[in-house]
């Protein structure tokens, strides 16, 4: 069992940068694909960016590319989702979350088969 923890989210004024962080253990990590998705109130969660084990390949839904950042560590056991320019409607929980298939549905939720509990990112205008 893989269990997936998300941290950084927090109060943060418009136009501040946030890094949020995701730590996994349980399992073998290095192997899975790796995605944030955000959830905002009353709305659907949707897909932020990916992220691959093997040759680190990056996603990015359309809304965020330019702002937003996925990386990994060295040790392979954290993630990372850097954002830029926050404004009150990135307010949002974000979910990090672990594919370990690591196919091409990286967008979508039935992809993946192991979530956190989210991180609540709120902005002040």
């Known amino acids: 069992q893989l269990q997936v923890v998300e941290s950084g989210g927090g109060l943060v004024q418009a136009g501040d940068s946030l890094r949020l962080s995701c730590a996994a253990t349980g399992r073998t990590f290095s192997q899975y694909q790796m995605g944030w998705f955000r959830q905002a109130p009353g709305k659907e969660r949707e897909f932020v960016a990916a992220?691959?084990?093997?040759?680190?390949?990056?996603y990015y839904a359309d809304s965020v590319k330019g702002r937003v950042t996925i990386s990994r560590d060295n040790g392979g056991t954290t993630v990372y989702l850097q954002m830029n320019s926050r404004q009150p409607a990135n307010e949002a929980s974000y979910y990090c979350a672990a594919d370990p298939w690591g196919g091409s549905q990286y967008n979508t939720l039935p992809a993946y088969d192991y979530w956190g509990q989210g991180t609540q990112v709120t902005v002040s205008s």
């Open positions: 992220i691959r084990w093997r040759g680190a390949s990056t």
